[in-house]
């Protein structure tokens, strides 16, 4: 009888902006800065990693961010290609970015934005890397307005900036932990009746289910935790 493993499913980090006084993080649907030191750390931190964004954000991108696979949620068709992918709901979100995190040996995930993809995906999130602007008070349509209470969150670490020659302002760049982390299990039952899936992405699904099955032969041991298996996987290529 096949040895039972317990792996644990990616994690999902919110990664943010937002001015220190009054949580905006957009204005008319573009940042109100420029932080040229933020915008490096921001690509050292995603690439290689899936993505998550709302139609907005990516709008406000124009293009799909190279190194990543980049899904955008939206109700709206988005035409897709080899390094961008439609999610309907969050649900699917989760399950694309979940492939792909397997796939390609990462331990998490990444949601940028807007303000409503923060809140969607909220009670899933286990990590915040949260930029802090001193740029004074500002007015703006779009906030990030979560307290980080002591209580459910912890303080890893802090790093101060100063405004340089690519920056607008000063800032800080603050990583928090949730104390009691979301774990996330794949539920056939609820992922059918809440996802809607293409053709395209039902072939993900079946290699995700494929990658669980085995998931021991590709994942280090620290992650062998929180998914029971009975059976062990074949590495499933990255997309």
Known sequence: MARKAR???????????RSAEDHI???????PWHLGTDLKLFKEQTSEHAIIMGRKTYESIGRP???????????SFIQEQSNLLWAS??????????????CNFKKEFFVIGGENVYSLFDR???????????????????KFDREFDSREWN?????CYHRGEVDDFDFSVKFFARLKPFHRYLSKR?????????????????????????LEKILPQEQLEFFELTELPSVCGAR
């Open 7 to 17: 792996v644990r499913m990616p994690s999902a980090t919110s990664i943010v902006a």
């Open 25 to 31: 993080i957009g204005i008319e649907n573009r940042l």
């Open 65 to 75: 961010l190279p190194k990543r696979l980049n899904i955008v949620l939206s109700r």
């Open 89 to 102: 709901s969050v649900e699917t979100a989760l399950l694309l970015a979940d492939v792909y995190s397997i």
């Open 124 to 142: 899933y999130i286990n990590r915040v890397i949260l930029t802090e602007v001193n740029c004074g008070r500002i007015n703006g349509d779009a």
């Open 155 to 159: 303080l890893l670490k802090e790093r």
């Open 190 to 214: 609820s992922f059918f009746e809440k996802a809607a899936i293409s053709e395209k992405q039902w072939d993900l699904f079946s290699d995700y289910m494929s990658a669980l099955e085995q």
